[in-house]
């Protein structure tokens, strides 16, 4: 496809070592995590003043009892190690579940386990099981070399040629991260080859990940719209899908006249590289694996097939046909994200069980207008997805728009989406899984640059992405 060869993806833990300003980094986590902590623990000590009141009446508003407030207090205690530590906070999730659920409830296993996401399980296994062959035939491979041969030497599309096929690779249920782990050896190498800004490429990469990451076919756009449903505001995935791809899109325009007006667009020094346009044509499990991702996504949109139990037979048939690596592509399955999800959704329905949710949501709204609790909401979700986990933020906020949007006129679709969009916009940064990857697949000379101004990028992207997502979807109604 290039001149260069692609290399394999460094890990996050080598990046950080070579040239990485590994101290300062720790110090402003530890910032963020201590001034997180305050400001929960100010609204914690808000909402349970109540619970000391003796002057409260039968009228006066909700307040937390010490069996709603512990378990919260453990959430937030279960954010700040996993974003100080490489824990899975699922794990900490069905633990939690456990220890709060049996000892302090009185509950069985059962009735712990009775809202596990078995749906949802089913679907993260079917769709990595599935992508990972995909990945491993070189089918994504055949994907990525022929659109970049649509270019035809024109070197500026490619960032959009690598935002289309992310969002191609998302919307068909593939993991963002892992849609970027896929595409960012072949996008970095290019930008270098093509004299195209790496941050800029990057941008493109992930936000096109983001684009079609809420699909109806895609595990997030599932999440989102069973955690809707459940809560009792049944949303639109089509509407959430096409509000995600049109705000990346409309972020990516922005870079693109950020980097023109700050004179980055164009970066390094020498001629640009001709770039191969030569690719093979798909043969013998190629052709298969193409085949059964047409047919996926018939049985999926046409039929309305459960799209977790479609790729595992998908996935099945292109076992049967190379049995020899079956254990390799068992080993692609996100485990990782298995238990981020299951433990996450496992643990706030407990919340919503003693009444958390319900009760927080209620104090939100005697704070001021819905439409400032959407603001504020969508900031918080903003904030701390540049530097946990965005899935698990859905899992918590969500269920919060369920009381919000009871008592307002605000659109559910256009909320969720908004809530949605801001928790994703922001892996950009590179304190995220996408935006490590990014910085790990520069150039080892060129990794420090690349690593500050992804930053001061992604700072940009916290503080106006999730005010733009708000102003476009929640005051609007357009949704």
């Known amino acids: 496809m290039t001149k260069t060869a692609q290399r394999p993806t460094d890990t996050l833990e080598e990046t950080r070592d070579q040239k990485s300003p590994r101290p300062a980094r720790r110090r402003r986590i530890l910032l963020m995590a201590v001034v997180g902590i305050t400001l929960l623990g100010v ?32 959430l937030v205690v279960m ?15 069905l633990v ?27 679907t993260i296994i079917g769709v990595t099981y599935f992508f990972s062959m995909a990945q491993r035939n070189g089918t994504i491979d055949i994907i990525v070399q022929t659109c970049v041969r649509l270019v035809r030497g024109k070197t500026l599309l490619l960032p959009w040629v690598f935002f289309l096929m992310a969002a191609a690779l998302t919307s068909l249920g593939t993991f963002s991260p892992a849609a970027v782990a896929l595409l960012a050896p072949a996008a970095i190498g290019l930008a270098y080859e093509s004299r195209i800004h790496p941050v800029v490429m990057g941008a493109f990469l992930i936000n096109g990940a983001h684009a079609g990451g809420f699909s109806p076919l895609s595990v997030a756009g599932v999440l989102v719209h069973d955690i809707a449903v459940k809560n009792g505001f049944p949303i ?16 990516s325009v922005l870079t693109v006249v950020l ?44 039929f309305h097939m459960p799209i977790g139990f479609v790729a595992l037979s998908a996935g099945l048939l292109l076992a049967l046909v190379n ?14 994200t298995v238990l981020l999800v299951a433990g996450m959704i496992t643990y706030v329905s407990l919340l919503q069980h003693v009444g958390v949710i319900d009760t927080l949501a209620e104090q939100a709204l005697a704070l001021g207008a819905p439409l400032l609790v959407a603001l504020v909401l969508c900031y918080v979700i903003g904030v701390g997805s540049a530097f946990a986990s965005s899935t698990a933020l859905l899992t918590a906020f969500i269920p919060l728009a369920g009381p919000l949007l009871a008592t307002s006129s605000l659109s559910a679709s256009g909320t969720v989406a908004a809530l949605a969009i801001a928790a994703t916009v922001v892996d950009v940064s590179p304190f995220s899984t996408d935006g490590a990857l990014v910085v790990a697949n520069a150039r080892e000379d060129d990794r420090q640059r690349v690593y500050k101004q992804l930053m001061m990028y992604a700072g940009g992207v916290v503080l106006a992405a999730p005010a733009l997502a708000w102003a476009l ?7």
């Open 43 to 74: 609204l914690a000590l808000v909402l349970a003043g109540g619970v000391f009141n003796q002057a409260a009446t039968a009228e006066s508003e909700p307040s937390m009892t010490a069996v709603q407030i512990i378990p919260l207090i453990i």
């Open 79 to 93: 954010f700040v190690v996993a974003t100080k530590w490489p824990l899975n906070i699922g794990v900490m999730g």
């Open 96 to 122: 939690a579940s456990f220890g709060v659920g049996y000892f302090m409830l009185g509950m069985t296993d059962k009735e712990i386990l009775a809202d596990f996401p078995a749906n949802i399980v089913i």
């Open 236 to 251: 639109s995935q089509g509407a959430l899908f096409t509000a995600s791809f049109a705000i990346n899109l409309i972020l």
């Open 259 to 302: 980097f023109a007006v700050l004179g980055r667009l164009r970066d390094g020094d020498g001629r640009h590289a001709d770039l191969e346009t030569s690719t093979g044509r798909p043969h013998g499990q190629q052709l298969l694996t193409l085949a059964l991702i047409a047919a996926m996504l018939v049985c999926a949109l046409g």
């Open 323 to 336: 049995i020899k690596e079956h254990r390799t592509f068992i080993g692609g399955v996100s485990w990782s």
């Open 473 to 479: 979807l929640v005051p609007t109604g357009i949704m």
